[in-house]
Nanobody
Framework: QVQLVESGGGLVQPGGSLRLSCAAS????????MGWYRQAPGKERELVAV???????NYADFVKGRFTISRDNAKNTVYLQMNSLKPEDTAVYYC???????????????WGQGTQVTVSS
């Protein structure tokens, strides 16, 4: 079964930085788009950034100029570099990827378990 494992969350002061990682493993044939979403308490999950296999990126307006998404196809890993963090960035961050598994004839979207990011002084 395909697995996405996130790491890198934590507590950071306003203006600080964090780098999230998400590694995909098990039965992977190919990975298309990979992305990051977040969900704050009492709010719906929202897209933060997405990156295609060839490296094309898209960002939510609220993170443009502060966050950078990247990926390492050889490691099946996607990253989110978060700079100039604000208290309103506090949320659980989820990794999402469009993956085709060896046992499947088509791709499907998979989610990580989420990692907490808290921005507070």
């Amino acid at each position: 079964q395909v697995q996405l494992v996130e790491s890198g969350g934590g507590l950071v002061q306003p203006g600080g930085s964090l780098r999230l990682s998400c590694a995909a493993s098990r039965s992977i044939f190919s990975i298309n788009a990979m992305g990051w979403y977040r969900q704050a308490p009492g709010k719906e999950r929202e897209l933060v950034a997405v990156i295609s296999r060839d490296g094309s990126t898209n960002y939510a307006d609220f993170v443009k100029g502060r966050f950078t998404i990247s990926r390492d196809n050889a490691k099946n890993t996607v990253y989110l570099q978060m700079n100039s963090l604000k208290p309103e960035d506090t949320a659980v961050y989820y990794c999402n990827a469009d993956i085709r598994a060896y046992y499947s004839s088509s791709s499907d979207y998979y989610w990580g378990q989420g990692t907490q990011v808290t921005v507070s002084s």
